[in-house]
């Protein structure tokens, strides 16, 4: 069975500053793939980043990034240049349905709080 | 292009009730997906949708639980009887192919007293 892991529940950083959120995770598969999910105070989830567990190269989406260590099993999430609007939960999750990102798993999630 | 949307956003119920969730996919997805996040605890995968046929219901939690999709369109998902420990936020999801990105609604938060 998979298992997510999201080591710290609550998070805060100041506008403009960088915070790394951690991630790891367990799969016995060789292909799938790593999400981050951010859902707002409104509640709605978002998709912020995704990356394919064959490609080395760390996915990057604007101000947020990852850290992709396949062999430690580990899928950090950097956000730069925080802003106000960051403020949410963060939800990693992995799948391994062959692409297919139905059945995701997810970690219990890191609330994340921008300060001014 | 309208999102996922969901009803009701919260919902208080007595335990031994009966409540019925509706999920309404963004238009033209295929695959419709019910997620549950109990406090404390992680979004658990409930079943997913495609089209009017349940593709995978592996993760519905008993038989006091009914998904539906009539005609590949919206959704409903009934508890019946509503138990302490169903108390949670249920997420649908919605994706056109299952390859591709699914969009979430803002959940229904249930609350069973």
């Known amino acids: 069975a998979q298992t997510v892991t999201q080591s710290q529940p609550e998070m805060s950083v100041q506008e403009a500053e960088t915070v790394t959120l951690s991630c790891t995770y367990d799969?016995?598969?060789?292909?799938?793939?790593l999400f981050w999910y951010k859902q707002p105070p409104s509640r709605q989830m978002i998709l912020v980043i995704r990356q394919e567990a064959y490609k080395q190269q760390n996915a990057t989406e604007n101000r947020f990034s990852v850290n992709f260590q396949k062999a430690a099993k580990s899928f950090s999430l950097k956000i730069s240049d925080s802003q106000l609007g960051d403020t949410a939960m963060y939800f990693c999750?992995?799948?391994?349905?062959?692409?297919?990102?139905?059945?995701?798993?997810f970690g219990k999630g890191t609330l994340l709080t921008v300060n001014p | 292009e309208a999102g996922v949307t969901q009803f009701p956003s919260h919902s208080v119920i007595e335990k031994g009730q009966t409540v019925t969730l509706r999920c309404d996919p963004i238009s033209g997805h295929d695959n419709l997906y019910w997620y549950r996040r109990v406090m404390g605890k992680e979004i658990k995968f409930l079943l997913h949708?495609?089209?009017?046929?349940?593709?995978?219901e592996s993760g519905m939690p008993n038989n006091r639980f009914l998904a539906e999709r009539t005609g590949g369109t919206y959704s409903t998902l009934k508890v019946q009887p509503a138990e302490l420990e169903d108390s949670g936020v249920y997420f649908c999801?919605?994706?056109?192919?299952?390859?591709?990105?699914?969009?979430f609604g803002s959940g229904t938060q249930l609350s069973v007293l």
């Open positions: 799969t016995s598969e060789n292909n799938y793939y």
């Open positions: 999750a992995t799948e391994n349905s062959g692409g297919s990102n139905y059945k995701l798993t």
């Open positions: 949708f495609v089209k009017e046929s349940k593709q995978d």
């Open positions: 999801a919605s994706s056109r192919q299952d390859n591709e990105k699914l969009f």
